[in-house]
């Protein structure tokens, strides 16, 4: 299934997350392992943005640290990975996800997925494009697989 937004602001990325969440939600009442969502995008589009965006649907109350400093961090359920600044994927092994992905109830959202995630042999099971429009406007697809 897949699914456009655009157009959307600022304001509006609430609207989006509220989607993926309950996609999310339909996901994890069915399987029994993690959730793994691929964010997808140039830098600067809005990818840590929506993280933050998502985890207040969770309830999640700790800012989302941004941008490429920390390549994982865990609130709760919720592990939000950043691959920017890996060099090749072997070095996804830091990152200690084999036990996660089977676990019920974790969502993975990972942002830069292209820099380790063949370490782990890795697909999403939503996978999320951000295109840049304007300043203030990003188009956004949803692919759920
Ligand atoms: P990325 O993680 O993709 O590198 P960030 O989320 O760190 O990008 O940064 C996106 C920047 O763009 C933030 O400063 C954010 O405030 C700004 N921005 C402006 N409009 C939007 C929008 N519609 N959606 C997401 N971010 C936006
Ligand atoms: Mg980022």
């Known amino acids: 299934m897949k699914k456009e ?14 989607e993926v969440e309950n996609l999310i939600s339909v996901f994890l009442k069915k399987e029994n392992r ?12 809005g990818k840590t943005t929506f993280v933050k965006s998502l985890g207040e649907k969770l ?19 919720l592990i939000h990975i950043d691959g920017y600044r890996f060099d090749n994927p072997g070095e996804g092994a830091v990152l200690e996800l084999e036990r996660e992905l089977e676990e019920k109830n974790k969502i993975i959202i990972i942002e830069w997925p292209e820099k380790f995630v063949s370490h782990y042999g890795l697909n999403p099971d939503i996978s999320i494009d951000f295109k840049y429009i304007n300043e203030d406007e990003r188009n956004i697809f949803l692919n759920i697989l």
């Open 59 to 77: 309830g999640i109350k700790e800012v989302v640290i941004s941008p490429t400093f920390i390549l994982r961090k865990d609130y709760g359920n």
């Open 34 to 45: 993690a959730c793994v969502v691929f964010l997808n995008g140039d830098l600067g589009v």
């Open 5 to 18: 937004f655009t157009n959307i602001k600022l304001e509006d990325l609430n609207k989006v997350a509220t």
